[in-house]
């Protein structure tokens, strides 16, 4: 039987190796052994340097199917979007009432369902529309793997990864499937989205690696050993799409509606029908008309409609400014932030930096020193920003030895390092070169490698008030006989010997100003946290404008404990040499004292904060781990692009919460209305062609224009009682105005058709008084606003003139002390709405 590295995939260390230990190697197998289909087969690599599967392999490997063939998912499927508009629990319950008034009422009383369906069909479009743009989003922002494949690496989509490729790793890079590795070069692996294990696991040939685990530090590669839906987290991905409405307060208050207006519809409508076929016995389908026109305006079914369509604008809006978004509630979640956390490298500054300037101490070698750093950014074949700014200066100079030994940068050791077999050419020995054997260098953080006290600090500190980035050349020991294997020890670092500062200069985003600007305009505070010296991070925040920016906090000297830094935190603005693991505490030390904490960031070091963040917000060339975690992808790279999602998120919370008042308005004097039909055991007033033409003209069209409105408004929390504190007011107003009408107009009017006469009356009051409701909802007005409440107000004057109109919505009013006096009811009831949604507002206020 063959055998396969244990591979766990349930959270746990693998087998009963302590984290950061190395597992049991994996033995080699029979090269010809059969594939189990069932349990995919672990295929150790053999020694050195694996060319990884040949053309044939591969081909053979897709002609049985054992390809990753998890599609990536940024949106739910055409059936999913059609299906979850069209069947939904009110579409059943007005498709019934529909099917029921095709056999008992003109086509008129039935336009209520060719309503239902425009309106299914426009969210149907509106998603699919979003859809696309997703679609398109997510392919440009797709991780893209360097597989090697014949002995040549190439990027090749997670899609086309065959079981048995080998994957090469590098800082920054999500292991997209499971495999176990075959090449390691200080390779260290973050699992603590899987596990919970905060630090980093050292990982050896042999060792598993798990799809959604990251490189934190080092190089390798790995090869799969389980692909498709059989990976880890392609399983967890199935079990969690992206695209959810998951913890959007404006989806559950929605909910919370919805469930509420069920329960109380029920008995109402229960009373309703007895009403008018039991106690009435009226014309039996003239009483199933008027019972089906009680029971249809009590269904806010155009509200969970426009909320998706405001959604899938919103990302169609963003897709054009290249902003890939995850999950939907990060365009409503961003909108209720109040801080923003920054870290300063790819979101203030650009991520490239150039050498302003080779400071050599203690009589070091110019030209010496510019060889070994050099060949330092020669040895990592991963330099990040700092050493590639190295390599752009100094490659043309460099050192040409072999390497003996080289440590990756650490964000949490906060340097990198190298050994090399110096030869004698080109070196003269002490101070200022070396007489050949092995040197040992590490390059890093000058406060971290120096002393406290040490001189060279004090230049240091001149350069960083000017917004340098400096990095410490520091020389390890002097035996010739160590082997470098050391590097990373603390010994070393104690130990080193300043031989050069390298001065770095930071490019400034050219829109980063403005966009601090506007988070300060918005009352939003912003933080910036930075794994550099916090001097250095001041200076560079306060080029831009930050304000407090002069006040920076050393993270080495925050408090541990959660209320202790939460104090620092709110304090301070600018905080440097933060950790990863400090970045991820200060973010849940924020949230602890009530803030809607986003995290921008775009290096693997801001992980773990920017999962833990309420929003994450990834530089589009930021690393796969961190544009995986993330909900909201700058695409563009321009940090310029957040006021936009944020002005989208309060346009979706704003409007909506405007149009549920509308929506909901209907609701409450709708069975408010039923009710008191019940009690008074008089017909229904309308049919539903009258409320079909009230709802569409004070709510349906209103509701679609104000939705889709600019609004910058600061999102408020508590959207149910933000909504309900005025429509449940305004309801009762509208409900009991319109049935005073009704009142007075059956008392004045005798014979067979007053009841058409009494109908339009009482139809007049409640548009009025709903058109007063729109009014108010449309403040403040602007020239589209006022054009747009002029207008639906000017429709219904048409149906009331015409007569072929007249006819067909069965209005017609008859002579003019009724008239009037419906229109007196609703002044005095448009007066008792303003007086009440001002006192409501001092009496109730939603914070």
């Not at 495999?179 to 603590?192: N, P, Y």
């Not at 000297?557 to 400090?582: I, K, S």
Request: hydrophobic share 45%; proline share 5%.
């Amino acid at each position: 039987m063959t055998q396969r590295a244990k591979i766990n995939t349930d959270g746990a260390e693998p087998d009963d190796t302590e984290p950061g230990s190395p597992a049991p190697t994996t033995p080699a197998i029979d090269a010809g052994a059969e594939l189990d289909p069932v349990h995919p087969m672990t295929l150790p690599p053999p020694a050195g340097r694996h060319t990884g599967l040949t053309a044939a392999e591969v081909a053979e490997h897709v002609a049985r199917g054992e390809v990753n063939d998890v599609p990536v998912r940024s949106s739910r499927s055409a059936a999913e979007i059609v299906r979850a508009n069209v069947f939904t629990r009110f579409n059943a319950i007005i498709g019934v009432l529909w099917v029921i008034m095709f056999f008992v009422a003109p086509i008129q009383d039935t336009l209520f369902g060719f309503v239902i369906i425009a309106n299914t069909g426009i969210g149907i479009i509106q998603e699919l529309r979003a859809k696309k743009t997703l679609d398109g989003l997510a392919v440009i922002g797709e991780a893209r793997p360097t597989v090697r494949r014949d002995g040549v690496p190439a990027e090749i989509s997670t899609s086309a990864i065959v079981l048995g490729d080998l994957i090469e790793l590098g800082p920054g890079d999500k292991v997209v499937v499971d495999g176990v590795v075959a090449e390691a070069d200080s390779l260290e692996i973050d699992e603590s989205l899987l596990t919970g294990e905060a630090d980093p696991v050292l990982k050896r040939p042999g060792d598993p690696v798990m799809s959604g685990s990251f490189v934190v530090v080092g190089g390798g590669a790995f090869q799969a050993t389980k692909v498709g839906r059989d990976a880890y987290a392609a399983r967890l991905a199935e079990e969690a799409s992206r695209f959810t409405l998951v913890d959007s307060e404006l989806r559950n208050g929605i909910s919370t509606i919805l469930k509420y207006v069920t329960w109380m519809m029920i008995p109402t409508a229960i009373g309703l029908i007895l009403s008018q076929l039991v106690v009435k016995q009226n014309d039996f389908k003239n009483s199933i008309a008027r019972t089906v026109g009680g029971i249809v305006p009590m269904i806010p079914e155009g509200l969970v409609l426009l909320t998706s369509v405001a959604f899938a604008i919103g990302v169609i809006r963003l897709g054009r400014l290249k902003v890939l978004v995850q999950e939907l509630p990060a365009i409503e979640g961003l909108a209720r932030v109040d801080v923003v956390c920054l870290d300063k490298t790819g979101t203030l500054t650009e991520g490239g930096m150039d050498v302003s300037e080779l400071r050599p101490l203690g009589g070091a070698d110019e030209s010496y020193v510019r060889k070994v750093l050099g060949a330092i950014g020669e040895s990592d074949p991963r330099p990040n920003a700092s050493l590639q700014a190295i390599i752009d200066a100094y490659q043309g100079e460099r050192g040409r030895w072999p390497v003996a030994a080289a440590l990756p940068f650490s964000s949490v050791r906060k340097y990198s390092g190298a050994a090399f077999e110096e030869s004698d050419e080109g070196a003269d020995g002490g101070a200022t070169g070396n007489s050949g054997g092995l040197s040992r260098w590490l390059l890093g953080a000058p406060d971290v490698l120096l002393p406290a006290g040490d001189p060279a600090l004090a230049e240091v500190d001149h350069l960083n008030r000017q917004g340098m980035r400096v990095l410490l050349l520091a020389r390890v020991g002097t035996d010739a006989s160590a082997d470098g294997a050391d590097l990373g020890s603390p010994e070393a670092a104690s130990g080193a010997e300043a031989t050069a500062l390298v001065v770095l200069e930071q490019r400034l985003r050219p829109d980063a100003a403005e966009t601090l600007t506007y988070f300060a305009d918005q009352d939003v505070a912003a933080k910036v946290i930075s794994g550099d010296n916090a001097v250095s991070v001041g200076a560079v925040a306060g080029k831009l404008g930050l304000s407090g920016a002069e006040q920076t906090v050393d993270a080495r000297h925050l408090p541990a404990e959660r209320e202790g830094m939460a104090e620092a935190l709110d304090a301070g603005a600018v905080f440097g040499r933060v950790t990863p693991q400090q970045k991820r505490d200060m973010v849940g030390a924020l949230q602890s004292r009530g803030h809607t904490v986003a995290m921008t960031g775009d290096g693997v070091n801001d992980v773990l904060a920017l999962k833990d963040a309420d929003i994450g917000v990834s530089m589009g060339s930021g690393s796969e781990a961190t544009r995986a975690v993330a909900q909201i992808v700058l695409l563009n790279n321009s940090f310029a692009t957040l006021p936009s999602v944020v002005a989208e998120g309060r346009r979706v919370i704003g409007n909506i919460t405007r149009v549920a008042t509308l929506f909901l308005t209907k609701t409450v004097y709708s069975v408010l209305l039923a009710i008191l039909v019940a009690c008074f055991q008089v017909e229904y007033p309308f049919l539903p062609r009258h409320l079909t033409l009230l709802s569409t003209l004070t709510i349906g069209i209103p509701a679609f224009f104000l939705a889709l409105a600019p609004n910058k408004e600061r999102a408020q929390p508590h959207f149910v009682r933000r909504v309900m504190r005025y429509a449940v007011p305004s309801g009762v107003i509208a409900a009991v105005a319109t049935f005073t009408t009704y009142l007075l107009a059956r008392h004045s009017y005798t014979g067979p058709d007053s009841l058409g006469a009494e109908t339009s009356a009482a139809t007049l009051t409640l548009f009025l008084v709903s058109m007063w409701v729109l009014a108010i909802v449309a403040r403040p007005y602007t020239w589209w606003r006022i054009c747009l409440v002029l207008s639906m107000g000017a429709a219904f004057l048409v149906v009331l003139a015409v007569p072929a109109l007249q006819h067909f919505f069965a209005l017609k009013l008859v002579g003019t002390t009724v008239p009037w006096a419906a229109v007196g009811i609703a002044v005095v009831a448009s007066v008792a709405l303003e007086l009440c949604w001002r006192w409501v507002g001092r009496r109730f206020p939603a914070a």
